[in-house]
């Protein structure tokens, strides 16, 4: 089923392959949690971070270490070979002696495709710019299957819809599912036309608001964004469209009952830390899943018998 | 057989007795037709350009003649870019020997700079551009890498 050589976008990625990851993820969980394995002893991954990661970095890190494998690292561009002017092609192809797989972010995009031409191994794309990071939209969905449900899912997806590549991805995939999207964002940060458009054309189910208020009764799954200050020239602009993002326990009353609300985190001030401890919050787990996803693209990429 | 019907022999053009002529070439758009074909700056070829006179099948044309060069099916497909009404005429002895239409290749490979200032194949590594041809009629490039869209103004993006 997965025939895969590089994870670069999710567009790469039919429904069938989708199930696959998640099925491999869900099997390799106990792992995540800290069983031991040897599953990539003798493996080497390599993490070629041009731009500064948390999450991704670490979890990918924790992927491969807790599979027995081990981690090399670019560790900061000043006083590599980058900064010496060598060019990406040249460096993937160098480390790509090195390691059984790249992974990288870059801040440029098309940069992933770019070390795919040129690397000996498989590369795992962890986000170029504003363009694709399938493995965030991948452990989105790990969430929604295990927190919630993919098949009928009803879902808003709240916040900057125009510059966030993460649900750009995201509703992509789940028009490969069937699902409801409902996209909650000011005027000025709505999702692009051409995506709207290729979501509709693909059958999916795509309704726009500006009122938070009005979906929050009626979906499965809150996906929350971040919106970002730099977008709004005028502070008091900012913190006008803001606070209209934020939630709060007492602004999820109505919601069904097995609302989840996810976030691709960090996040600001969107959702309140009183969200925390309701059964509705589910952006830790979500984070946490980022390990069993990304072991399982990493066993069926660079795995024995892959 | 003659040359090129819309315009009168002897009127703007003379007749070439081996090259190739591409006619009908949206008016306006003949420069970049010749900085396509990798006809600039300083040249050896033998070159004529006839720009915006009418036309029967377009209101405005231009003619492009290049002496003692056949060109490729390669490049002639090029052309497709910004002129996708453009006939080509082979001339052998002053007879056209051979006319072609234009068709676009499913991708274009060094031609067209994308127009993404972000995208890595705008900055120095060792690639050319690619697009692919999303649709003909009008023309939409695909970036391979970036995947950004380029259909107006595609005369600006070429390398």
Known sequence: ?306 | MSEIKDVPKGLRVKPINNGTVIDHIAGGQALNVLKILGIYGITDATVSVVMNVESRKLCKKDIVKIEDRELLEEEVNRIALIAPAASINIIRDGKVIEKRTVDLPDEIVGVVRCQNPNCISNTLEPIKSRMLVKTKNPVLLRCIYCEQPLTDRIAEYLI
């Open chain 1, 1 to 306: 089923m997965f025939k895969k050589r590089h994870v670069l976008t999710m567009r790469e990625f039919s429904r069938e392959e989708i199930d696959s990851v998640l099925d491999m993820a869900a099997s390799l969980e106990p792992y995540a949690r800290g069983r031991k394995s040897d599953m990539m002893a003798g493996k080497i991954l390599a993490l070629l971070f041009f731009e500064p990661s948390t999450r991704t970095r670490m979890s990918f890190e924790t992927a491969m270490k807790r599979l027995g494998g081990g981690v090399i690292n670019l560790g900061p561009a000043e006083g590599s070979s980058i900064s010496k002017g060598e060019s990406l092609a040249d460096t993937v192809r160098v480390i790509g002696g090195y390691a059984d797989a790249l992974v990288i972010r870059h801040p440029k995009e098309g940069s992933a495709r770019l070390a795919s031409q040129f690397s000996p191994v498989p590369v795992l794309n962890a986000g170029d710019g504003a363009g694709h990071h399938p493995t965030q939209t991948l452990l989105d969905l790990y969430t929604i299957k295990k927190e919630s449900h993919l098949e009928n899912l009803s879902i808003a997806l709240v916040g900057d819809l125009k510059y966030g590549r993460t649900v750009h991805s995201l509703a992509y995939a789940l028009s490969l599912f069937g699902a409801d999207i409902t996209l909650v964002s000011p005027a000025s940060l709505r999702m692009p036309d051409p995506i709207k458009a290729d979501l509709s054309s693909k059958g999916t189910r795509v309704r726009e608001t500006c009122d938070l208020g009005e979906v929050i009764n009626n979906v499965d799954v809150l996906y929350m964004t971040r919106i970002q200050r730099e977008r709004f020239p005028d502070p008091v602009e900012y913190n006008k469209v803001a606070s209209c993002y934020r939630i709060t326990p007492e602004f999820m009353t109505g919601a069904r009952e097995g609302l989840i609300v996810m976030h691709p985190l960090p996040r600001v001030d969107e959702i309140a830390p009183s969200v925390d401890g309701t059964p509705h919050a589910r952006y830790f787990q979500q984070s946490f899943y980022g390990v069993p996803v990304r072991m399982a693209l990493l066993k069926m990429l660079i795995g024995r018998g892959a």
